[in-house]
């Protein structure tokens, strides 16, 4: 039996909802119940917390005007959480393929578009099996992101909620997502894992909304054990996906189930995402992915020939990818894979000439750009002279060695011509620049410490 304030509820629902649009009632307002009313007081039921809060700041205000109005009466609206609000929000313990879409019947018959999520291969989005823990190369500028990876992918325990994983392009977070897709589905195929891209999030969102089929939409997230949404920047300046997908978001943490998220920024990095979203983001455990280094770059360069079934690479060719395409991981990836299929090609083993040669652009677009300032401030901090008398007229050995030495690397590391390096060691001439080049090129093949000193030099800049 309806209570009058039901009915009263009744025709304000339908007023918030063509004042707010469809989207947002059915996220947001839709789920909202009549508890009681105490006095002058109305008590609402919402199903979260989370979205308690979200209710309060954005839509409280106008229900208790919608309220007043209806019963012309100064009447205050309470907001409670409960979770036997009308819609109950369903909780799943496990997969249980019979409560999926039926796939068959309507892809045989479907006409035109098939729809997402309909069949349990496009559940979600397809997992690259290339994608494991045991083919990702762990090194500095990755322990943390695959230490909580794999935290998560064992434990069905949720620790922290959500795991962030950022970082730049290139450097494994869609990896790393679908290792620990893949490992827990592996470990127990009960859990129902769900992983997409943002992207992917907004096109089916919007596509729900168009074809007013938000209920299919939202139903897929209900019964997740974990949600793994990559790329999320790309929701950025999407308001109407922004709402949606944090209302998806809270409800997952929520009902306690792993929520994993992956950008291209820290949280409070992200732009155009809503600070809300931001805030909620950072407050499980943010890991971030560094650019690689050296060694990782090797390891993953061996980790790769392997599984090619080629570990014949000889070990100059491997060194000098791993210290020339320094961007990302997939650059290096493609360099190898080039290299490589050349060689192929022309039915010849891969030299390090070759490689040279087939990688002419990449190695170009990596150069990074040292300056000759950069490389005289290094220098006297590692011989631990001063600058001022790296680039003075002083004769002193002491002074003298470091100063030859970052000419060296002027000429060896940087396009510039022998006057301008010159230049800008306080005005010497051009022979002398060249004396220094010859004397270290002369010193590297006896003296072996300044060879080292040199290579770590080399180093320390190039990366
Ligand atoms: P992101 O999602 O961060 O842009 P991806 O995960 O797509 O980067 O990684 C790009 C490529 O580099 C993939 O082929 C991936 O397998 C590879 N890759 C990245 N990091 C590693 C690593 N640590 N070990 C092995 N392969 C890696
Ligand atoms: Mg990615």
Redesign the pocket.
Known sequence: MMTPWQDAWQGIRAKLRAEFGDATFDSWLKPLGVLRAEGSKVLITVPTRFMCDWVKTHYLGRITDHWRQETGAVIDVELVVSVQSPPPIAIAVAAQPATRPAASPVRSNGHGEEPDGGNEDSYGAPL?S??TFD?????K??ELA?AAARRVSNNSKVQFNPLF?Y????????????AIAAEIRARNPERKVLYMSAEKFMYQFIRALRYKDTMAFKEQFRSVDVLMI??VQFIANKDSTQEEFFHTFNAVIDQHRQVVI?G?RSPSDLEGIEDRIKSRLGWGLVAD?HP?DYE?RV??LQ??LEAMGRPDMPNEVTEFLARKIIS???E??GALNRVTAYAELVGRPVSLEMTQEVLQDLIRSNDRRVSIAEIQRHVAEYFNVRLSDLLSARRARAVARPRQVAMYLAKQLTSRSLPEIGRKFGGRDHTTVMHAVRRIEELRETDSSLDQDIENLRRTLET
């Not at 083919?135 to 090194?139: K, L």
């Open positions: 690259d290339r994608f083919s990702f190369v762990v090194g500028s990755n695959h994983l970082g730049g392009v290139g450097l494994g977070k869609t990896h790393l997502m679908h990559d790329d992956s291209d992915v690689t990782l390891g993953i980790s790769k990302n991981v997939r290096l990836e």
